[in-house]
């Protein structure tokens, strides 16, 4: 199988995702921001915009690094909250079964969010080479990870040079509640968002930065049961 560059759809990929990422730019920022902000050493925070490359889960890793979280509690979180992206790679996967096993091992590094609805909807994959549619996905998905790394480290260099009284003093429990809130789309986020809101916000002083985490999974818990009622025969 030749897999050689095909730089036409490196640029297509980049065409079709550069307008879904505008406001994942200001995310990036605010991201860079918490880094300072929480007093994370500055590599170390932007390490994890390349470590992790996902937002939220990004946003809510630094945080709880700055409270000095156990790994345990750190991973776990990231787990939770990245868990969509398993289905992602399993509505996917018929595509990418007949790439070598390197690209099935390395290519899931970049299916974010926008790199998935992408590859869902972009009219140009249909009928396309399987060379078109690899180097499709990773123009989109370079560009995608370039863009975020600059942003990330922008929001830390503002941070660190900006006067302490200028500073903007973010939460990760309201940017938790703010993300579950733009996703809504049925009962089921909504629930979500509510109880998954509500426990971040008064489990903020629980130890270990916990709090996030319970959170996280009942917020999915609470989502997943109003979902399976709300399918189920009335």
Not at 81 to 108: C, K, Q, T
Not at 202 to 230: F, K
């Amino acid at each position: 199988m030749n897999l050689g560059f095909d730089r036409r759809a490196t640029l297509d990929g980049v065409k079709r995702i550069w307008p879904l990422m505008i406001p994942g730019m200001p995310v990036g920022l605010v991201v860079g921001l918490v880094v300072a902000e929480r007093g994370v050493p500055a590599f170390l925070g932007w390490s994890t915009s390349w470590i992790i490359f996902a937002g939220s889960s990004q946003l809510a890793a630094v945080e709880l690094i700055g409270e000095g979280a156990g790994v345990a509690v750190i991973v776990l979180t990231v787990f939770f909250i990245n868990a969509r992206h398993i289905i992602y790679s399993a509505a996917l996967r018929d595509r990418f079964s007949v790439y070598p096993l390197w690209v099935r091992v390395l290519a899931p590094y970049l299916l974010i969010d926008q790199q998935f609805a992408v590859a869902e909807t972009a009219p140009e994959l249909e009928d396309s080479t399987p060379r078109y549619r690899l180097w499709h996905f990773l123009g989109a998905g370079a560009f995608v990870w370039t863009t975020w790394q600059i942003s990330v480290g922008a929001g830390i260099l503002i941070g660190d040079l900006v006067r302490d009284e200028w500073q903007l003093i973010f939460s990760v429990p309201i940017l938790f509640l703010g993300l579950m809130v733009l996703s809504i789309k049925n009962e089921a986020s909504v629930a979500a968002a509510l109880v998954g809101g509500t426990i971040a916000v008064l489990g903020r002083g629980l130890p270990q930065g916990s709090g996030l985490l319970i959170a996280i999974i009942a917020g999915m818990t609470v989502g997943a049961v109003v979902d399976h009622r709300s399918g189920s025969p009335t």
